[in-house]
């Protein structure tokens, strides 16, 4: 992986002017792109000096115009089961705050540990449990960020509008980490539940700690692609998401209005 200085040199010639607002695509996330005037494509092999290695992350930073509103997206992330430390799983973050972004949405696939979540719900997420990245916690150092309340409360609420108008299945609800990138086993999905996790996924909370250590205003949106008292697996999940695509992209769009 490039340093985050020499990221800044290659972003800076590729784009010296960049977008307030980036956004995530996780698994099934990236049929907004469909609604979106590309202005630019950067791998993250060029950008990063690596490549994404799950599958449905294309792997690319886009500029471009949704809704006439000029937004970055990146197409797949990286996550720490990949072999990467949380410093640098979260790079990216931190390269794009240099450029002055105030808003990021983050997007990904979940399974559901709360009872009443269906698959093809989604989630507005209103609170993390960071307990098991305590071992590989993105911040370093005396870093003491105030995480009474991670995700912006007035994004949260415009998401909620939009999916009540737009007829979009679904919840408020606590996400929680989990490495990967095995599934959870039936006892760790008990004890999660336990804790008072909804959905348990394998990313979005250290990208949302780095965020808000950076004072940039976090949405974080997840999609139920399982149930995960329910035996599945990645081809399923992929397949879920797919199914529900224009809801998300009909639900992205409005936001970045």
């Not at 972003?11 to 202005?39: Q, R």
């Not at 092999?45 to 992350?57: A, D, Q, W, Y």
């Not at 911040?139 to 007829?167: T, Y």
Request: proline share 4%.
């Amino acid at each position: 992986m490039k340093t985050i200085e020499d990221a800044y040199k290659t972003l800076k010639k590729e784009v010296p002017s960049f977008p307030e607002t980036l956004l995530i695509l996780g698994s099934g996330w990236n049929k907004i792109l469909d609604e979106t005037k590309i202005e630019k494509r950067i791998s993250y092999e060029k950008l990063f000096g690596i490549k994404t290695s799950v599958p449905g992350h294309t792997g690319e930073l886009i500029i471009g115009k949704t809704n006439n509103k000029r937004v970055a997206y990146m197409s797949g992330r990286f996550h720490m089961y990949e072999g990467y430390s949380g410093f640098e799983a979260t790079m990216p973050i931190r390269l794009f705050a240099k450029f002055g972004i105030k808003n990021l949405v983050l997007t990904a696939a979940c399974g559901a540990l709360n009872e009443k979540y269906k698959v093809g719900d989604f989630v507005i997420l209103s609170d993390v449990i960071t307990l098991f990245l305590a071992l590989d916690n993105p911040l370093k150092g005396a870093q003491f960020v105030d995480v009474s309340e991670v995700f912006n409360p007035s994004m949260r609420e415009k998401a909620h509008k939009i999916c009540v108008e737009s007829h979009i299945p679904f919840h408020e609800g606590t996400y929680v980490y989990y490495h990967g990138p095995n599934y959870e086993t039936p006892a760790d999905k008990m004890a999660l539940r336990f804790l008072g996790a909804d959905v348990v996924g394998m990313s979005t909370v250290p990208e949302t700690l780095v965020a808000r250590s950076l004072n940039i205003n976090v949405l974080g949106l997840s999609f139920v692609t399982n149930l995960a008292f329910v035996k599945h697996d990645h081809k399923e999940v992929v397949a879920e998401a797919n199914k529900a695509s224009e809801k998300m992209k009909i639900l992205l769009t409005e936001i970045i209005k």
